[in-house]
């Protein structure tokens, strides 16, 4: 595998590995908070993120390349608001973007096909978990301070993600 390629993908393990955890913290947040419908969201989007990061470790494997699992910073733990924790994870799905896409160029540069073609996987899923992350946070600065709003928004978020993922 060609090693600029092969950097990029484990920098790719790390990042996932890093929203995994990031959601983690968040769900943990959410549910200390009294969210449960957003601390269930945050669950299941820490373990999709985990499910990311290990299909890029097999797949690293499976071309002959040498998989480095990275050492993580601590993730966000504390958060002002709900605004703040759906920010943080539209904040992070732009990241995440803008990282694929730059393996994406760099398996053109190098005429790499084969990564490219694995790599489309991501940027669809990419395509649906920045449009959710957008949708959810639109609704909330509709919702602004309103109590009622955020009990009905913890209450029907796991509905809405289900919709915007179909
Ligand atoms: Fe796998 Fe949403 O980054």
Same mark, same amino acid.
């Given at each position: 595998?060609?090693?600029?390629?092969?950097?990029?993908?484990?920098? %790719?393990? +790390? @990042?996932?590995?890093?929203?995994?955890?990031?959601?983690? #913290?968040? #769900?943990? *947040?959410?549910? #200390?908070?009294?969210?449960?419908? $957003?601390?269930?969201? &945050? @669950?299941?989007?820490?373990?999709?993120?985990?499910?990311?990061?290990? +299909?890029? $470790?097999?797949? $690293?494997?499976?071309?002959?390349? %040498?998989?480095?699992?990275?050492?993580?910073?601590?993730?966000?733990?504390?958060?002002?608001?709900? =605004?703040?924790?759906?920010?943080?994870?539209?904040?992070?799905?732009?990241?995440?973007?803008?990282?694929?896409?730059? $393996?994406?160029?760099?398996?053109?540069?190098?005429? /790499?096909?084969?990564?490219?073609?694995?790599?489309? *996987?991501?940027?669809?899923?990419?395509?649906?978990?920045?449009?959710?992350?957008?949708?959810?946070? /639109? +609704?909330?600065?509709?919702?602004?301070? /309103? +109590?009622?709003? %955020?009990?009905? &928004?913890?209450? /029907?978020? =796991?509905?809405?993600? #289900?919709? =915007?993922?179909?």
């Amino acid at each position: 595998m060609n090693t600029v390629i092969e950097g990029l993908l484990n920098d %790719q393990i +790390k @990042y996932e590995a890093k929203a995994s955890m990031q959601y983690l #913290a968040m #769900a943990s *947040w959410a549910d #200390a908070s009294g969210y449960n419908g $957003v601390a269930t969201f &945050f @669950y299941n989007q820490s373990e999709e993120e985990r499910l990311h990061m290990t +299909k890029l $470790v097999k797949f $690293v494997n499976e071309r002959g390349g %040498q998989v480095i699992i990275s050492e993580l910073e601590k993730p966000k733990a504390v958060f002002e608001s709900l =605004n703040e924790l759906f920010e943080t994870f539209l904040s992070s799905e732009i990241f995440v973007t803008e990282q694929i896409n730059k $393996v994406i160029f760099e398996c053109l540069q190098n005429k /790499d096909y084969n990564v490219h073609n694995f790599m489309q *996987w991501y940027v669809t899923e990419q395509l649906e978990e920045e449009a959710l992350a957008r949708t959810l946070l /639109d +609704k909330l600065t509709i919702i602004g301070g /309103d +109590k009622s709003g %955020q009990y009905l &928004f913890d209450r /029907d978020i =796991n509905t809405i993600a #289900a919709k =915007n993922t179909l």
